[in-house]
């Protein structure tokens, strides 16, 4: 499977045997429900999301605030689906994060997926984010990788339905694709991938309407 030329199938690809609560940086898409651009649209390469939208990267920037084992890394929201990195972290060793044969320091902060302004029905949406750190106010529980998809797909589907109640809850596919990320180089490649998904739009195999 090529992770760089939009071919993939969104469903979960769940390695056998493999704990997804253990350390490391793992890589996601989520799409809407049948592929509906609900979010937003890619004008002149750029993202411009709506309400929704911008419900979805609250809601991202959000999760560290209940699970104590998770750094946040590159994301992005598209018209119809969602990429993003998730790092989960030892917290006795929270600043040393193993892929491969080698360890990435993550000094606790997201890393930016917006290189210009990205505009909403609203305004334009601020690149100041909050430090991603562990809450000391929680529990000491290891959660995993699809704990995190869970409670943003619900968290963001709660608050979309409030907005918009039309959407009956069906705003999210059930399933989504995983990946490991087993290297720097990868880590790299993955983070490249999502930040030039806007500009890639237009030959996204997930873009229903290119």
Same mark, same amino acid.
């Given at each position: $499977?090529?992770?760089?030329?939009?071919?993939?199938?969104?469903?979960? !690809?769940?390695?056998?045997? /493999?704990?997804?609560?253990?350390?490391?940086?793992?890589?996601?898409?989520?799409?809407? @429900?049948?592929?509906?651009?609900?979010?937003?649209?890619?004008?002149?390469?750029?993202?411009?999301?709506?309400?929704?939208?911008?419900?979805? /990267?609250?809601? /991202?920037?959000?999760?560290?605030?209940?699970?104590?084992?998770?750094?946040?890394?590159?994301?992005?929201? $598209?018209?119809?689906?969602?990429?993003?990195?998730?790092?989960?972290?030892?917290?006795?060793?929270? &600043?040393?994060?193993?892929? %491969?044969?080698?360890?990435?320091?993550? %000094?606790?902060? *997201?890393?930016? =997926?917006?290189? %210009? *302004?990205?505009?909403?029905?609203? %305004?334009?949406?601020?690149?100041?984010?909050?430090?991603?750190?562990?809450? =000391?106010?929680?529990?000491? !529980?290891?959660?995993?990788?699809?704990?995190?998809?869970?409670?943003?797909?619900?968290?963001?589907?709660?608050?979309?339905?409030?907005?918009? *109640?039309?959407?009956?809850?069906?705003? /999210?596919?059930?399933?989504?694709?995983?990946?490991?990320?087993?290297?720097?180089?990868?880590?790299?490649?993955?983070?490249?991938?999502? @930040? &030039? &998904?806007?500009?890639?739009?237009?030959?996204?195999?997930?873009?229903?309407?290119?």
């Amino acid at each position: $499977m090529t992770l760089y030329r939009n071919k993939y199938r969104i469903e979960s !690809t769940r390695l056998k045997n /493999w704990d997804y609560s253990s350390p490391g940086y793992y890589f996601f898409t989520v799409c809407s @429900k049948n592929r509906i651009n609900i979010f937003g649209e890619i004008i002149n390469n750029q993202l411009s999301i709506n309400a929704a939208g911008k419900i979805v /990267w609250d809601c /991202w920037y959000d999760l560290p605030n209940h699970y104590p084992n998770l750094v946040l890394d590159e994301f992005i929201v $598209m018209p119809n689906h969602i990429h993003g990195i998730i790092c989960i972290i030892d917290n006795d060793h929270p &600043n040393n994060i193993g892929v %491969g044969d080698k360890f990435v320091e993550t %000094g606790l902060r *997201p890393v930016s =997926t917006i290189d %210009g *302004p990205v505009s909403t029905i609203d %305004g334009p949406v601020s690149t100041d984010r909050p430090v991603s750190t562990t809450n =000391t106010n929680k529990k000491n !529980t290891t959660h995993g990788l699809s704990e995190f998809i869970r409670a943003l797909k619900s968290f963001s589907a709660r608050r979309i339905n409030k907005l918009d *109640p039309g959407c009956a809850n069906s705003i /999210w596919q059930t399933r989504f694709h995983d990946h490991i990320i087993r290297n720097h180089d990868e880590l790299c490649r993955i983070r490249e991938y999502i @930040k &030039n &998904n806007p500009v890639n739009w237009h030959k996204d195999d997930l873009n229903e309407t290119g």
